[in-house]
């Protein structure tokens, strides 16, 4: 009995962290509708400022005034951001402001480690409240009562805040509506800055809060980013109670998920989120997402025109320059320009979900991985020769996306994008976890393309016959009448209902469809390097498409080429230096501010200086104007 | 227009440095070796890592390099990637043409890096990566190890383990291969001497992502006499700390892989473990006096003291040396024949690349853990010879199908 008083009250302060950084996020996006990748830095920078503060306020009083002032100083710092990196890009197309908060998770990281250094800091035990508690025969660190505490303090705090305050009760109604409480004359900017400085401080404080239990580290930043999007989700995005009871649910279920099956840490969230989407799309205590109510901010999107003939001839030509390529230029520029294609053909496959059907995929990584060790798995235990694995690949992944999409397709906006994460990462666990077939984080090696093409410039013209192929066929696809359909369900689902278009069907299959070019992508990928791990499933290479859809210009159907090409080059020559994270960081925010539409914006400033037949390609990304 | 011709230039140079033909003038007189780690990802263990290694490419450039030839290297990062490490080592060696490669950290990265070489017929020394396949299951010509693997290490504290009356175990490492590694070898050799040994329970937190307080409960639930650890960095920060509150390490036999290297002991300060039996590297106790001047070199050119890292840099980089000398030339047919079963000096002692599974036979200090004017130390230490640490050559031969 004691022992389960102990476990519930550790799940209970293992849940007071994740609270406080959960509900910050969940207050940002309610408000905001901005998707900060860059929350878990915040509350890796409360870590570390805590830290320091607390080697000079010595004491109990210094303990918790260092608390405090972490979170002042992390509130500043978000406010920092909100100033000049997200508020020129509120107008920008929904979600792109992700892009800029994960240019400021590079710049923290590089700052962090200039800063503090590279060694992993113990953070200072509580003063007062260094020991333990005894219950029953069981032992408690006081700090744990303390967090408890702490916890419901800041529950209590942030209910007055919302239900009795002037300025909570604008809050919670922006949350509701955004459009209407500035129409009633509230200014908007005022109450945004407001909502990203308290949501950043909240993300301080929990990293502050946490010191006497861990430490501060540089990994901090994305380990807690997975957890705290979760429980956002299953608690309902903008709902503080909601942040509180999953943050509860999840941790109980994680202290006695590691008594009753110790390996199923690291999913078992990611499933319980699943589980919630599919019964509760909205998260427990969130509300439907009305329709309209929170579309893209920017003037609605204008039709793609039709593809001119000389367009085409532009492709050609490029296609051409690349293919005689290996006529001058060295083994490297082809490996680098092969993952350069490969790049662009994943990027592509999830611009055709994303740009042209509206489905924000957070998960993309799922038929990426899932083709890649489709393959990889065809070659070690059924000898399959390459040829074979690349056409069967494709299948596999367009299998596994049928799967997701089934649950997914019935979601829309971010709990959309929430639940194709949960399942990327089911499929991440099931290729970590099930080692006896695919290796583990050991991977699957040895994977090499077949002798005919184990040249490099062999396998260059072999990749760029595939990506071409599969870039060409998802743009052919976005003028069929498949594709028609497909933008008409992003446009206006009821009016394509009207018509007689199939919205979850065409959705559903797009969803197909795009998988199974991410998988070919992926089989590309695993015979150009050889070997295939885990880390092809994670949350990163997901961002990495995203990154790269959103930084081209998600408006436009030459924005995952140009997204590709500068992200991979621009990743593959900063990476040359010590501070490459910080100079990226820096590109992509600069980048994302100074062509708010994406990178296919650059055609619009070349047509306006040299006139309009300049720039061919940006004819077709004019329909934005 | 100025501008213009400027940005022109620097386009054109930009470009041509992409297609390789920025590094046309290679300097006749020098030999480049290619270091490819994580510096950004850990770089608490690969800083140190690239500092021994400097310091050792200084050591042997100021007398003389090697063939007449001074030693160059060309370091880059990873960013924790296996496919952005094997684009890296193709630029390596394709457009800066250096020799061989080494490096490496974490094991996956190691391990697609092993299968690079062997697939493109390429030298390449794993410096730190720990996972028995990359010279075993998965072991090839081209590739060599220098660090003692996860068996090596696991069985070193097994044969102590083994001498202890404890007989309930209970293990607790992080879910990913390393740690799955580590409790295996653990158990096999533990078992094999203690066949009345059992193990309780078998704790596996997500890597980097330990809660600690309920691994603790859970742990001290199945009243075990013993604990093996395998957790570290921040893990083993909050393991220490929630285990030491709960009262779980008191009147235990509690172990600790790794658990003595600088990299993990040092910052736990004066909370480090008191009374661990640990494999580390007390670098600061070390009476040797290759090793003595090995650490004074080292932090007078860094203004820090070694690390476990800093010892592998070092030593791989005087393998790579040794390996060119013997070979007499750059050919990598040549270093490769070189590095079967070459044998040389290091400040931790001379270590031999096994000709049978290409391993070396560098080894590991196992002492027990105290606090010292408020730092974790270890005492009561002894180095152990990695060769005795490896199971017999007839498995070797099974464990390892590549013939060569």
Same mark, same amino acid.
């Given at each position: 009995m004691?022992?389960?008083?102990?476990?519930?009250?550790?799940?209970l302060?293992?849940a007071?962290?994740?609270?406080?950084?959960?509900?910050?996020?969940s207050?940002i996006?309610g408000?905001t509708?901005?998707?900060?990748?860059?929350?878990?830095?915040?509350?890796m920078?409360?870590?570390?400022?805590?830290?320091?503060?607390?080697?000079?306020?010595?004491g109990?009083?210094?303990?918790w005034?260092?608390?405090l002032?972490?979170?002042?100083a992390v509130?500043?710092?978000g406010? %920092?951001?909100?100033?000049?990196?997200?508020?020129?890009?509120?107008?920008?197309p929904?979600?792109?402001?992700?892009?800029?908060?994960?240019?400021?998770i590079?710049v923290?990281?590089?700052?962090?480690?200039?800063?503090?250094?590279?060694?992993?800091l113990?953070?200072?035990?509580?003063?007062?409240?260094?020991?333990?508690?005894? %219950?029953?025969?069981?032992?408690?660190?006081?700090?744990?009562?303390?967090?408890?505490?702490?916890?419901f303090?800041?529950l209590?705090?942030?209910?007055?805040?919302?239900?009795k305050?002037?300025?909570?009760?604008?809050?919670?109604a922006?949350?509701? /509506?955004?459009?209407?409480?500035?129409?009633?004359?509230v200014?908007?900017?005022?109450?945004?800055?407001?909502?990203?400085?308290?949501?950043?401080?909240?993300a301080?404080?929990?990293g502050?809060?946490?010191l006497?239990?861990?430490?501060?580290?540089?990994?901090?930043?994305?380990?807690i980013?997975?957890p705290?999007?979760?429980?956002?989700?299953?608690?309902?995005?903008?709902?503080?109670p909601?942040?509180?009871?999953?943050a509860? %649910?999840i941790?109980?279920?994680n202290?006695?998920?590691?008594?009753?099956?110790p390996q199923?840490?690291?999913?078992?969230?990611f499933?319980?989120?699943?589980?919630?989407l599919?019964?509760r799309?909205?998260?427990?205590?969130?509300?439907?997402?009305?329709?309209?109510?929170h579309?893209?901010q920017?003037?609605?999107?204008?039709?793609?025109?039709?593809?001119s003939g000389r367009?085409w001839?532009v492709?050609?030509?490029?296609?051409?320059?690349?293919?005689?390529?290996?006529?001058?230029?060295?083994?490297?520029?082809q490996v680098l320009?092969?993952?350069?294609i490969?790049?662009?053909?994943?990027?592509?496959?999830l611009?055709?979900?994303?740009?042209?059907?509206?489905?924000?995929?957070?998960?993309?990584?799922?038929?990426?991985?899932g083709?890649?060790?489709?393959?990889?798995?065809?070659?070690?235990?059924a000898?399959?020769?390459?040829?074979?694995?690349?056409?069967?690949?494709p299948?596999?992944?367009?299998?596994?996306?049928?799967?997701?999409?089934w649950?997914?397709?019935r979601?829309s906006?971010?709990?959309?994008?929430?639940?194709?994460l949960?399942?990327?990462?089911v499929?991440?666990s %099931?290729?970590?976890?099930?080692?006896?077939?695919?290796?583990?984080?050991?991977g699957i090696?040895?994977?090499?393309?077949?002798?005919?093409?184990?040249?490099?410039?062999a396998?260059?013209y072999?990749?760029?016959?595939?990506?071409?192929?599969?870039i060409t066929?998802?743009?052919f696809?976005?003028?069929?009448?498949?594709?028609?359909a497909?933008?008409?369900?992003? /446009?206006?689902?009821?009016?394509?209902?009207?018509?007689?278009?199939?919205?979850?069907?065409?959705?559903?299959?797009?969803?197909i469809f795009?998988g199974?070019?991410?998988?070919?992508?992926?089989?590309?990928?695993?015979?150009a390097?050889?070997?295939?791990?885990?880390?092809?499933?994670?949350?990163?290479?997901?961002? /990495?498409?995203?990154?790269?859809?959103?930084?081209?210009g998600?408006?436009?159907l030459?924005?995952?080429l140009?997204?590709?090409?500068?992200?991979?080059?621009?990743?593959?020559?900063?990476?040359?230096?010590?501070y490459?994270r910080?100079?990226?960081g820096?590109m992509?925010?600069?980048?994302?501010i100074?062509l708010p539409?994406?990178?296919?914006?650059?055609g619009?400033?070349?047509?306006?200086?040299?006139?309009?037949?300049?720039?061919?390609?940006?004819?077709?990304?004019?329909?934005a104007a | 227009?100025?501008?213009?011709?400027?940005?022109?230039?620097?386009? &054109?140079?930009?470009a041509?440095n992409?297609?390789?033909?920025?590094?046309?003038? &290679?300097a006749?007189?020098?030999?480049?070796?290619?270091? =490819?780690?994580?510096?950004k990802?850990?770089?608490g263990?690969?800083?140190?890592?690239?500092?021994g290694?400097?310091l050792?490419?200084?050591t042997?450039?100021?007398?003389?390099?090697?063939l007449?030839?001074?030693?160059?290297? &060309?370091?880059?990062?990873?960013?924790?990637?296996?496919?952005?490490a094997?684009k890296?080592?193709?630029?390596?060696?394709?457009?800066?043409e250096?020799?061989?490669?080494?490096g490496s950290? *974490?094991?996956?990265?190691g391990?697609?890096?092993?299968?690079?070489?062997?697939?493109?017929?390429r !030298?390449?020394?794993?410096a730190?990566?720990?996972?028995?396949?990359?010279?075993?299951?998965?072991?090839?010509?081209?590739?060599?190890r !220098?660090?003692?693997?996860?068996?090596?290490?696991?069985?070193m !504290?097994?044969? =102590?383990?083994?001498k202890?009356?404890?007989?309930?175990?209970?293990?607790i490492?992080?879910?990913?291969a390393?740690g799955?590694?580590a409790?295996?070898? *653990?158990k096999?050799?533990?078992?094999?001497?203690?066949?009345?040994?059992?193990?309780?329970? $078998?704790?596996?937190?997500?890597?980097?992502?330990i809660?600690a307080?309920a691994?603790?409960?859970?742990? $001290?639930?199945a009243?075990?006499d013993?604990?093996?650890?395998?957790?570290?960095?921040?893990?083993l920060?909050? *393991?220490?700390?929630?285990?030491?509150l709960?009262?779980?390490?008191?009147?235990?036999?509690?172990?600790?892989?790794l658990?003595?290297?600088?990299?993990?002991?040092?910052?736990?300060?004066?909370?480090?473990?008191?009374g661990?039996?640990?494999?580390?590297?007390?670098?600061?106790?070390i009476?040797?006096?290759?090793?003595?001047?090995f650490?004074?070199?080292?932090?007078?050119?860094?203004? #820090?003291y070694?690390?476990?890292?800093?010892?592998?840099?070092?030593?791989?980089?005087?393998?790579?040396?040794?390996?060119?000398?013997k070979?007499?030339?750059t050919d990598?047919e040549?270093l490769?024949d070189?590095?079967?079963?070459?044998?040389? #000096?290091t400040?931790?002692?001379?270590?031999?690349?096994?000709? =049978?599974?290409?391993?070396?036979?560098?080894g590991?200090?196992?002492?027990?853990?105290?606090?010292?004017?408020?730092?974790?130390m270890?005492?009561?230490w002894a180095?152990?010879?990695?060769?005795?640490?490896?199971?017999?050559?007839?498995?070797?031969?099974?464990?390892?199908?590549?013939?060569d």
């Amino acid at each position: 009995m004691d022992f389960f008083v102990v476990q519930i009250l550790t799940g209970l302060a293992n849940a007071a962290a994740l609270f406080l950084v959960a509900s910050g996020l969940s207050i940002i996006f309610g408000v905001t509708r901005v998707v900060n990748f860059s929350h878990g830095s915040f509350y890796m920078l409360g870590a570390y400022i805590a830290y320091s503060l607390m080697t000079v306020l010595p004491g109990f009083i210094g303990f918790w005034a260092s608390i405090l002032l972490t979170g002042v100083a992390v509130g500043l710092i978000g406010l %920092i951001v909100e100033l000049g990196v997200l508020r020129p890009i509120y107008k920008s197309p929904e979600l792109f402001q992700l892009v800029a908060t994960f240019g400021v998770i590079l710049v923290i990281q590089d700052l962090t480690l200039l800063i503090w250094g590279p060694d992993d800091l113990i953070g200072k035990r509580s003063p007062g409240f260094e020991g333990v508690v005894k %219950i029953g025969d069981q032992l408690l660190p006081a700090y744990d009562l303390v967090l408890i505490f702490l916890s419901f303090l800041v529950l209590g705090g942030l209910w007055y805040l919302f239900n009795k305050t002037r300025a909570g009760i604008l809050v919670r109604a922006a949350t509701q /509506d955004r459009e209407m409480v500035g129409a009633l004359g509230v200014n908007q900017s005022w109450l945004f800055s407001g909502v990203f400085f308290l949501g950043s401080a909240l993300a301080g404080i929990g990293g502050a809060a946490q010191l006497p239990k861990g430490g501060a580290d540089l990994l901090m930043d994305f380990n807690i980013l997975a957890p705290v999007f979760v429980v956002v989700v299953i608690g309902g995005m903008g709902s503080i109670p909601g942040a509180f009871v999953a943050a509860l %649910i999840i941790s109980e279920l994680n202290v006695f998920g590691v008594q009753l099956l110790p390996q199923s840490t690291l999913v078992l969230m990611f499933v319980v989120m699943a589980v919630v989407l599919i019964f509760r799309p909205w998260g427990l205590f969130g509300r439907p997402e009305i329709v309209g109510s929170h579309g893209s901010q920017g003037p609605p999107e204008a039709p793609l025109r039709a593809f001119s003939g000389r367009l085409w001839l532009v492709l050609a030509a490029c296609a051409l320059a690349l293919a005689v390529v290996p006529l001058f230029g060295g083994n490297f520029l082809q490996v680098l320009l092969a993952d350069v294609i490969i790049a662009c053909l994943f990027a592509t496959s999830l611009h055709f979900i994303l740009g042209l059907g509206g489905l924000v995929s957070f998960g993309h990584a799922a038929t990426f991985g899932g083709g890649a060790y489709a393959a990889a798995l065809m070659v070690q235990y059924a000898e399959t020769p390459m040829e074979l694995a690349l056409l069967l690949a494709p299948l596999a992944a367009g299998l596994l996306a049928l799967v997701i999409g089934w649950f997914c397709v019935r979601l829309s906006g971010v709990y959309f994008a929430m639940l194709t994460l949960a399942f990327a990462q089911v499929v991440w666990s %099931i290729a970590f976890q099930w080692s006896e077939v695919t290796g583990g984080d050991d991977g699957i090696l040895g994977i090499w393309p077949s002798a005919w093409a184990s040249s490099t410039t062999a396998y260059y013209y072999l990749v760029l016959a595939l990506g071409i192929g599969g870039i060409t066929t998802l743009l052919f696809m976005a003028y069929t009448p498949f594709g028609y359909a497909l933008r008409g369900s992003r /446009d206006s689902a009821l009016r394509s209902e009207a018509i007689g278009i199939n919205v979850r069907l065409v959705q559903w299959s797009a969803f197909i469809f795009a998988g199974m070019m991410s998988g070919l992508s992926g089989a590309l990928f695993v015979f150009a390097k050889g070997s295939i791990f885990p880390t092809e499933l994670e949350i990163a290479r997901s961002f /990495d498409a995203l990154i790269i859809v959103f930084l081209g210009g998600v408006q436009s159907l030459f924005g995952p080429l140009a997204g590709g090409v500068v992200f991979t080059l621009l990743q593959d020559w900063l990476s040359r230096f010590e501070y490459w994270r910080l100079c990226l960081g820096l590109m992509i925010i600069a980048i994302v501010i100074l062509l708010p539409n994406g990178l296919v914006g650059v055609g619009h400033w070349v047509r306006g200086r040299f006139g309009r037949n300049a720039d061919p390609l940006s004819d077709a990304e004019e329909e934005a104007a | 227009m100025y501008r213009k011709v400027i940005g022109l230039t620097a386009a &054109v140079a930009m470009a041509a440095n992409v297609m390789g033909m920025g590094t046309a003038a &290679v300097a006749a007189d020098t030999i480049k070796i290619g270091d =490819i780690n994580s510096y950004k990802r850990l770089p608490g263990h690969t800083i140190p890592y690239k500092n021994g290694a400097v310091l050792a490419i200084e050591t042997i450039n100021a007398s003389g390099g090697v063939l007449g030839k001074q030693l160059e290297l &060309v370091s880059r990062d990873d960013q924790g990637k296996p496919g952005e490490a094997i684009k890296i080592a193709e630029e390596l060696f394709t457009s800066d043409e250096v020799a061989m490669i080494s490096g490496s950290l *974490f094991s996956h990265v190691g391990l697609a890096l092993a299968s690079y070489a062997g697939q493109k017929k390429r !030298l390449y020394l794993a410096a730190e990566p720990l996972a028995d396949a990359l010279v075993w299951g998965k072991g090839n010509r081209y590739t060599f190890r !220098l660090r003692p693997s996860t068996y090596m290490q696991a069985a070193m !504290l097994a044969e =102590i383990a083994a001498k202890n009356p404890a007989k309930r175990w209970a293990t607790i490492a992080p879910n990913y291969a390393y740690g799955k590694d580590a409790v295996a070898a *653990f158990k096999k050799v533990l078992m094999e001497k203690r066949p009345d040994v059992e193990f309780v329970t $078998e704790q596996w937190p997500g890597l980097f992502k330990i809660d600690a307080g309920a691994e603790v409960q859970a742990i $001290e639930a199945a009243k075990p006499d013993a604990v093996y650890n395998v957790t570290f960095g921040g893990d083993l920060a909050k *393991f220490v700390r929630e285990g030491a509150l709960r009262g779980l390490f008191k009147d235990r036999l509690i172990m600790g892989l790794l658990t003595g290297e600088p990299e993990y002991l040092d910052p736990l300060k004066d909370e480090a473990p008191e009374g661990w039996v640990v494999t580390g590297y007390p670098w600061y106790d070390i009476e040797d006096s290759a090793h003595k001047s090995f650490v004074e070199a080292y932090e007078k050119r860094w203004e #820090d003291y070694p690390r476990i890292g800093s010892l592998v840099g070092y030593n791989t980089m005087l393998s790579i040396a040794a390996a060119i000398k013997k070979a007499g030339s750059t050919d990598t047919e040549a270093l490769v024949d070189a590095m079967k079963g070459l044998s040389l #000096d290091t400040p931790s002692g001379s270590v031999t690349y096994r000709a =049978i599974d290409h391993q070396s036979t560098m080894g590991a200090w196992v002492g027990t853990t105290t606090v010292k004017d408020g730092k974790g130390m270890m005492v009561d230490w002894a180095y152990k010879e990695g060769a005795n640490y490896l199971p017999s050559d007839a498995e070797v031969k099974k464990l390892r199908p590549a013939t060569d």
